[in-house]
């Protein structure tokens, strides 16, 4: 039996090795549902044009990266996006593209159903009341839908944080990494694979008990 | 920037194109100068077998602590039991599918010995099952919950032990009208089963990755890769269909083809 011994585990290999990896998974996780939310809105907006030359696209769109393994898009995008502009791109930019462009995927689902709960009346009236489809959208539509999402926006998000551990794939230095180089210069990598495990678990398990507690709050009372 | 598709005919050991390249679809890679496609094809059964043995495990234990998380409150054993399967859930949802491959692979062998005779693959699978089965839990419960409460009365005016009203009443029910949500996990399932190229499980991904190295074809690779991820999820896509349309209870749900036709 082996015996686990956390003494190593002080401020300084924290601030050394860990924090940059948190700060990093962090970043990437807002930026990406800030990202994702505005190109999502647009895909759901498009598929929900009833223009078959924007819908269509949207939705192959959407399709495409729902089918796909996340750790082969963000592969795919590494590959690609030297390709494409001609020069290398840093491992921490890359994922960053990735992870808006795969998750505008899974928000436009989202804000797709967000809208097709709005009730159809709101639109309507809207129209009769002479406002142009952005205003429609703008003040009607997309503020009601908004807040039926949150909390679905939310869980996502958790999802997503979750997800960021796999830029493993491309090298980028997230938590997990940070955890994981820490393992290895401190010839203890047991304890440090436990206390990523541990630190994932506190973080996502504390925002999925306030996921639950706003579900409550914001829900539209009808 | 055109595509070359030879690359696939090219050998792994000398990158000369070999001549056998199409004999791999029916020899599957039995030969001495395997190619790129060969390489392929193996890749992908590695994936079918770590998402196949992960969904068994996936479906068995979040079935089973699906429905513990819906016991009735009549004694202590209910109540550890109902605590017990939430933390199950808790525990395997809040960690991301990465740490919780390297916690098979690189710690809990540590502490139980005889995981260590096991094959890496294995351990991921078991990694991916208890994962999902967390996820499936959830939507036993919510199965289980969606139905009507007089069913469970029922069961329990006719005399059926707590089992039994499980057994022959509610997970009949449930566990059919739970099918298309237990769909995307499968097809999730297989998804996930990508991040078995950490541990070098030398399935598609890890191809992906080595191939991509070796020939400077990444886009012709990921392409195949790619394809046959879709390809899989699709087909476990068809079978679950295939069963969801089989065990329909008749008169109680829509048919799924008309449900997600919008």
Redesign the interface.
């Known amino acids: 039996m082996l015996s686990l011994d956390l003494s190593f585990y002080n401020w300084e290999l924290f601030t050394n090795y860990i924090l940059k990896g948190l700060l990093f998974s962090v970043q990437l996780t807002v930026i990406a549902t800030i990202g994702g939310i505005v190109f999502g809105t647009f895909l759901a907006l498009m598929r929900l044009s009833g223009k078959p030359a924007l819908a269509y696209p949207a939705t192959f769109y959407v399709n495409t990266m729902r089918s796909i393994p996340l750790v082969m898009v963000i592969l795919w995008f590494f590959l690609l996006i030297p390709l494409l502009i001609g020069r290398p791109i840093g491992a921490d930019l890359s994922a960053t593209i990735t992870f808006i462009a795969f998750e505008a995927a899974f928000f436009s689902e989202i804000v797709r159903a967000g809208i097709q709960s709005v009730p159809k009346g709101q639109g309507y009236a809207a129209e009769a009341l002479g406002m142009t489809y952005g205003q429609n959208m703008r003040f009607i539509v997309l503020p009601q839908a908004f807040r039926n999402m949150i909390p679905v926006f939310m869980t996502q998000t958790i999802i997503l944080f979750q997800d960021t551990s796999l830029v493993y794939a491309i090298g980028a230095y997230d938590l997990l990494k940070g955890f994981e180089i820490a393992g290895k210069n401190y010839g203890r990598p047991i304890e440090t694979y436990i206390l990523a495990a541990f630190t994932y678990f506190i973080i996502c398990f504390s925002l999925s008990k306030v996921v639950r507690k706003i579900q409550a709050k914001v829900a539209i009372i009808r | 920037?055109a595509l070359d598709l030879g690359v696939f005919c090219k050998s792994t050991l000398d990158g000369e194109v070999v001549d056998h390249c199409f004999s791999a679809l029916f020899g599957l890679g039995q030969n001495a100068d395997p190619s790129y496609l060969d390489w392929l094809l193996k890749a992908w059964g590695w994936t079918l077998a770590v998402a196949g043995l992960g969904l068994t495990i996936a479906l068995i234990l979040g079935a089973v602590m699906g429905t513990l998380r819906t016991l009735p409150d009549n004694g202590r054993l209910s109540r550890w039991l109902v605590r017990f399967s939430t933390a199950w859930v808790?525990?395997f949802r809040?960690?991301?599918?990465?740490?919780?491959v390297?916690?098979w692979y690189?710690?809990i062998p540590?502490?139980v010995l005889p995981l260590k005779a096991l094959p890496s693959y294995w351990l991921v699978s078991i990694a991916l099952g208890f994962f999902t089965s967390a996820r499936i839990a959830e939507q036993v419960r919510a199965g289980i919950q969606a139905l009507p409460s007089g069913q469970r009365m029922a069961a329990t005016a006719l005399g059926l032990t707590t089992f039994q009203s499980y057994r022959y009443v509610i997970l009949p029910m449930a566990l059919r009208i739970i099918i298309p949500p237990l769909t995307s996990e499968s097809?999730n399932l297989?998804?996930?089963?990508?991040?078995a190229?950490?541990v070098s499980v030398p399935e598609l991904?890890l191809f992906?990755?080595q191939a991509?190295e070796e020939t400077s074809h990444?886009?012709e690779i990921?392409m195949a890769?790619?394809l046959l991820?879709?390809l899989s999820?699709?087909a476990v896509n068809r079978v679950m269909t295939l069963i969801e349309n089989r065990t329909r209870i008749p008169g109680f749900i829509a048919p799924s083809n008309e449900a997600v036709a919008h």
């Open positions: 920037m808790e525990l809040n960690i991301p599918i990465l740490v919780q390297f916690l690189h710690v540590a502490f097809m297989i998804k996930n089963s990508s991040v190229f950490a991904t992906a990755m991509q990444g886009v990921y890769v790619t991820y879709a999820a699709f």
